[in-house]
């Protein structure tokens, strides 16, 4: 086996689950997104973690995504969050799957489809609260609602929308999120004011969960479940760091949290460079001393990011080297020092999960370090890296 892989530590997604389980009210279902490989950590295998521990409802982000699980056995009900072609009309209805809408056009030809089929397709209207991405305008939901419940052939499983800023503690963030939330509301009214029936109603991601009080009835988590806060550092106690998150303000934000993906590799080869000396393309690092280097066989296209060049550190046992000069495709490079005690085929860890004497460790760190959020590092590792499924 490749000496680059994810361990997916998914007795840590099952112990998040239980977390967030703790913090909602007991009536609230979970409907864990698992778009993009859940997130890098395999779709399939966080569903059925998931599942076994009460998630009731998945999420994916595109129509193939959904026909994976489904071909892999998944009956839980699969949500796809992005609005699909017209011409996917047909898988989605045959697969069980129940779509985002927003507009009339895309109502009357899954209609036509699903009469064609003579099936029925259950469908999850989206309402346009302030995120500008997909929705329709808070005004023409109860119309799209009727058209809805009006066909035999369709069936309004959910009304949802979503935050833009639920992730943040800013005074004029909240502001903003309440104001979504009271539109979301009134909406919602207006729509049952129509005697019309919302099975379920779901706005809440993960930042949600922190921030804000309104779970209604379902609520859409990622991110936490990977073991991870959206909440930006600076709303977050160091304690969080090594997932201890407590915030004395609100109980329900005391989740204490696992990463459940560890990016691992080793070392495959150490040399002697002196002072002077550069590494890798470019020979934008030069040695200030006699030492040596390690290679390791991870680079860009396994998805650790190219940006980290020169700056981010990786953990060997229970000390931090830099990565030095230039990240390649698929490898890269350590200043271990001059008395090196790192040897070769030592284990190198990337990232993963915190304990009292690891810290700084996690794939938040790295984001921090890469200037992105830790969405993007996990959901970024590449396929080749192969998943090691634990717990
Ligand atoms: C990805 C996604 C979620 C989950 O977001 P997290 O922040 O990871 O909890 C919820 N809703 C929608 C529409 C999404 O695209």
Redesign the pocket.
């Known amino acids: 086996m490749r000496p680059t892989k994810a361990i997916i530590h998914l007795d840590n997604l099952a112990h998040n689950i239980n977390e967030i389980k703790k913090k909602l009210p007991r009536d609230v279902a979970i409907c864990l997104?698992v778009?993009a490989e859940g997130?890098g950590h395999g779709a399939l295998q966080s569903s059925v973690t998931a599942i076994r521990n009460g998630v009731t409802h998945l999420?994916v982000?595109s129509v193939q995504e959904g026909i994976e699980l489904r071909n892999a056995g998944i009956i839980a009900p699969i949500i796809c969050?992005s609005i699909p072609n017209l011409d996917e009309a047909k898988t989605i209805i045959e697969n069980n799957i129940s779509p985002i809408i927003a507009d009339e056009e895309f109502i009357t030809h899954l209609e036509m489809i699903a009469s064609s089929l003579n099936k029925k397709c259950k469908v999850h209207l989206k309402i346009d609260t302030g995120m500008a991405r997909i929705g329709c305008a808070p005004l023409d939901a109860p119309y799209l609602a009727k058209k809805i419940q009006n066909s035999p052939f369709l069936h309004l499983e959910g009304v949802?929308t979503?935050f833009a800023v639920s992730?943040s503690k800013r005074c004029e963030d909240i502001a903003f999120t309440n104001r979504q939330l009271a539109l979301f509301k009134e909406t919602i009214e207006k729509i049952k004011s129509c005697s019309i029936g919302i099975p379920l109603v779901h706005a809440v991601?993960?930042?949600a969960i922190i921030t804000q009080n309104e779970m209604f009835n379902m609520v859409?988590?990622?991110?936490?479940a990977y073991g991870y806060s959206?909440l930006e550092s600076s709303f977050e106690d160091d304690s969080f760091e090594n997932s201890n998150y407590n915030d004395n303000e609100d109980n329900r934000t005391s989740l204490n949290l696992k990463p459940v993906m560890e990016l691992l590799t080793h070392v495959v080869f150490i040399k002697k460079i002196k002072k002077g000396d550069s590494v890798s393309y470019g020979r934008t690092w030069v040695s200030e001393k006699d030492t040596y280097i390690a290679t390791l066989p991870i680079g860009y296209a396994d998805g650790l990011p190219r940006s980290l060049s020169s700056k981010l550190k990786v953990r060997i046992g229970s000390s931090f080297y830099p990565i030095v000069g230039r990240i390649c495709m698929d490898q890269c490079m350590l200043d271990i020092g001059v008395e090196p005690t790192v040897k070769r085929w030592d284990e190198v860890c990337i990232f993963g999960p915190s304990t009292s004497e690891v810290k700084n460790n996690s794939a938040k760190d790295v984001a921090k370090i890469a200037g992105t959020i830790c969405?993007e590092i996990t959901s970024n590792i590449n396929k080749r890296v192969p998943r090691i499924y634990e717990g």
């Open positions: 997104a778009k997130y999420a982000a969050l949802a979503h992730d991601a993960s930042g859409r988590v990622g991110l936490l959206p969405y």
